[in-house]
């Protein structure tokens, strides 16, 4: 069989995020009322906003706006995290960036499952942020024990995933019926499943040392926590939410509001408190109920180079540090209005940002750059040939999460009052030895996806070589 005869692993991704999203809006209806709002702001963000509305046209954004959206799953052995390596491989998603959140007073760290060209993303930008329960931070040593051995007993992947899995790694491929087969059967790791596996008191324990422990160990699969559509004014979401009966966190994660959005700002709302049933020892059912998923909206900005994300992590840092308290219903106002005054330092137009190497940039060739002679430009400079109007650019979208908001989201939406802390450091090495290879650094290809762009603008512009 050619290759020619396989569904791309694109197409693939693409099918299986609008399935995922069609079992979610069934499983949590309030999902449904979620995306119809974000499409409403969307739909008049950008009738209001010309320039905006350009450039979204500029860079393919506004085709892929609607099917933005990220997933987040949490796992508890390295064999499940390393078979939803190769589970995601299958619709061309590679593991980007190491996030350990245990120092945020969660006990997981993580992974984001994507595309990593800009064309696959322009296709299908879908990501799912992959935590894996870091079973040593139970303080408990029995209940450290128990927790993996309930682990080691299930089996989160349907026999005929598995074979589809290794269909693909050994023929390069899955044909049309393969591929739709091999979503059907990979949505069943990722359901909502009512019955634990274990009694209400293991399940309670497993609640008091945390309720993500609780969330990982209980149940026969993990089951997708939340799923993210993309807003283009998540402030006015935010705003709008409780018209709509949907009650929203009470801060927004990450930069305050921007004229030029940077990295990633989510909101959500509250975790959902679900029915379930547990098996008693003596085999009755027992009835009770789990907190654990929740709808999540985000606002994605310019990515940021390592330059930038220093200032952006020291200045959220200076605000945290002036609040020194947790930010909560109390005091949002206050933190809003702290975030806002530290982040006055950073630069919040794209020349200054360019200018400054704060953010990475795509580069365009403009129309009039296709009747210039060659010749007449050669001794240009980058700068010169953007002043001249040859060249115009535009920001990277930011495809990553932030290990801070990824805690901040998953600790307000699961309750937690105050902030658990666990002893170790970020244990990049091992969590790279249980997925079975090591992450992709996301600034290296924000850095790529730069340089073709500039590649791109020399050879319509027929110069040997660009560069910043």
Known sequence: MTRQQFVHPDEIRARFSSAMSDMYQAEVPLYGALLQLVAEINYHSIEKSPELARHLRQTGEIDRLNMERHGAIRVGTAAELATLRRLFAVMGMIPVGYYDLAPAGVPVHSTAFRAIHETSLQICPFRVFTSLLRLELIAQPELRKQAADILAKRNIFTPQAIALIVQHETAGGLTEHEAAEFITQALETFRWHN??????????????????????????????????????????????MPAHNITPKAVIEGPPPRHCPILLRQTSFKALEEKVAFVSTD???????????????????AALTAKGRNLYDRLLQAAQDELQVPANENNAAQYRAILSKQFDQFPDNFSAMRSEKLAFFRYFPTEKSLNIAAASVQEFTLDELISAGFIQYEPLVYEDFLPVSAAGIFQSNLGDKGQSHFTGHSSQQDFQRDLGTEVIDELQLYEETQQRSLAACAQALKLASLSL
């Open 195 to 240: 019955q634990a596996t274990v009694s209400a008191e293991v399940y309670q324990q497993l609640h008091d040392s945390h309720r993500l422990i609780a969330d990982v160990v209980a149940f026969k699969g993990p089951h997708i926590n939340h799923l993210t559509p993309r807003t283009l004014d998540i402030d006015a979401v935010q705003t709008a």
């Open 283 to 301: 085999g009755q059912i027992v009835h009770g109920h789990h907190t654990a998923r929740f709808g999540e909206i985000e606002q994605r900005g």
